[in-house]
T-cell receptor, first 113, second 116 residues
């Protein structure tokens, strides 16, 4: 099955700085890679996603890059704000037609005001 | 749109009893529902995949007789934790594919189960 690894497990940045979280996956058939933000005790919220036919996607302060050859993808948050503090999870799916997907181990991001 | 309603949001039960968690898709048909468990400060771990009208597929290491999953209709999937023990205390979340989104998933609000 798919194995998703995520680094770092914790990350602290000063407000206004950038934060980068990296994930690797093992199944070359994976073709959909979402990123979720989860606040304590709440459901994960999709913040951005990327498909295997795209190398980069950006949405305001958030961007995701994908390297299919190396099987890794990264989340970039620029101009971080205190409200960005949360746990972020990457995930990989082997299909976009309904198959299960697997989460990374999570990164606890703290933005220091 | 694409909302999954999960109930209860929290429950406390005694050891040995059973607890049922429900997930309902409110405005779409959820042919597939995924059930996850999350221990404190850990990632979401896939427990099982349920498809409407058929038996659920369980991940390795998940006891199917302990975690009963039913997906009898296109809008309702249930997870029953049978003979609960304190080690079953966890955060349980369901998730379903968002129709027409090409791969995105919507999550229930989660159920915090505490077994005493």
């Amino acid at each position: 099955g798919e194995n998703v690894e995520q680094h770092p497990s914790t990350l602290s940045v000063q407000e206004g700085d950038s934060a980068v979280i990296k994930c690797t996956y093992s199944d070359s058939a994976s073709n959909y890679f979402p990123w979720y933000k989860q606040e304590l005790g709440k459901r994960p919220q999709l913040i951005i996603d990327i498909r295997s036919n795209v190398g980069e996607k950006k949405d305001q302060r958030i961007a995701v890059t994908l390297n299919k050859t190396a099987k890794h993808f990264s989340l970039h948050i620029t101009e971080t704000q205190p409200e960005d503090s949360a746990v972020y999870f990457c995930a990989a799916s082997t299909s976009n037609t309904g198959n299960q997907f697997y989460f990374g181990t999570g990164t606890s991001l703290t933005v220091i005001p | 749109g694409a909302v999954v309603s999960q109930h209860p949001s929290w429950v406390i039960c005694k050891s040995g009893t059973s607890v049922k968690i429900e997930c309902r898709s409110l405005d779409f048909q959820a042919t597939t529902m995924f059930w996850y468990r999350q221990f404190p400060k850990q990632s979401l771990m896939l427990m099982a995949t349920s498809n409407e009208g058929s038996k659920a597929t369980y991940e390795q290491g998940v006891e199917k007789d302990k975690f009963l999953i039913n997906h009898a209709s296109l809008t309702l999937s249930t997870l029953t934790v049978t003979s609960a023990h304190p080690e079953d205390s966890s955060f349980y979340i369901c998730s379903s594919l968002i129709p027409g989104h090409g791969g995105g998933y919507t999550f229930g609000s989660g159920t915090r189960l505490t077994v005493v």
